[in-house]
């Protein structure tokens, strides 16, 4: 499923929301989802290199098969966003089953009896904290690099934040951004797909309970750094670029155009 499926399907406008859904946005710290106007107008004022990014993942994203699989999600994601041969071999449910079962990648761990049956009953209560994704990310490809930024400071991961949103969307680098961070009580991994006037798009994982949206840069950072009881960390976020091998092979395949 694309994002232009999935927002087909959802409400048409924020103002026009289920009550309850609205409220939940607003939690979110959410100015506007993608239909609305505002949203819209944010999506416009993005340059062509950012547009492209947006339309890109829009091809890609796909939404958490269940609980706890939105760090998959956000993985598989990225994988085909990068334009990588393996993302053809992952998916969420093999990420679930051969990388975090037996790294016993969730907050609270999953023993190997537990992750015998298909899909666990812990897996609606588990987690996946920003150290153990950034294992499982490095342990998906080594065609990519994985840069991790955490920080309780928020003057610093908005500095930093703010320079990769403005690389991927403003420069089109070929690198994608995944976020962990609170939002509506409880931990949660996402894509960002849009950087525009100061407000970054979040592309959530649970269709279920949010539509894409947008959020103030500093309502992230601040979701980004808050303290994770479980781990007693802050939370934070990733950005992965592919390798130079892998950049170099990319160009080898791309078709060459002669001179006139």
């Known amino acids: 499923m694309t994002v232009q499926t999935a927002m087909t399907a959802a409400r048409p406008s924020y103002k026009e929301l289920h009550p309850q859904l609205r409220a939940e946005l607003q939690q979110a710290g959410a100015v506007a989802t993608l239909l609305d106007l505002e949203g819209e107008e944010l999506l416009r004022r993005m340059p062509v290199e950012g547009q492209e990014a947006f339309e890109r993942w829009c091809k890609v994203w796909e939404p958490q098969q269940h609980g706890g699989f939105c760090g998959p999600a956000s993985a598989v994601a990225a994988l085909h966003f990068l334009g990588l041969d393996s993302a053809r071999a992952w998916t969420q449910q093999r990420i679930y089953e051969e990388v975090i079962c ?3 990648l969730f907050t609270r761990g999953l023993s190997r009896g537990q992750c ?8 609606k209560n588990d987690g996946l904290s920003f150290a153990n994704g950034v294992i ?4 998906l490809s080594d065609r990519f690099q994985v840069f991790e930024h955490s920080s309780f400071d928020e003057v610093q991961i908005a500095q930093q934040l703010r320079k990769d949103l403005e690389d991927a969307f403003e420069k089109g680098e070929e690198m994608c951004i995944l976020v962990n961070y609170i939002r509506l009580g409880g931990g949660h991994w996402s894509p960002l797909a849009g950087w525009s006037n100061g407000h970054v798009l979040i592309l959530d994982t649970n269709q279920q309970r949010l539509p894409p949206h947008w959020v103030s840069l500093e309502t992230l950072v601040e979701s980004l750094c808050r303290y994770n009881r479980a781990t007693e960390r802050p939370r934070g976020y990733v950005v992965l670029r592919c390798a130079e091998t892998e950049r170099h092979q990319k160009r080898q395949r791309s078709p060459k155009v002669d001179g006139g």
Request: no cysteine.
């Open 102 to 104: 037996p790294k016993q």
């Open 136 to 139: 499982m990310l490095k342990i």
């Open 116 to 123: 015998k049956t298909r899909i666990p009953e812990s897996v």
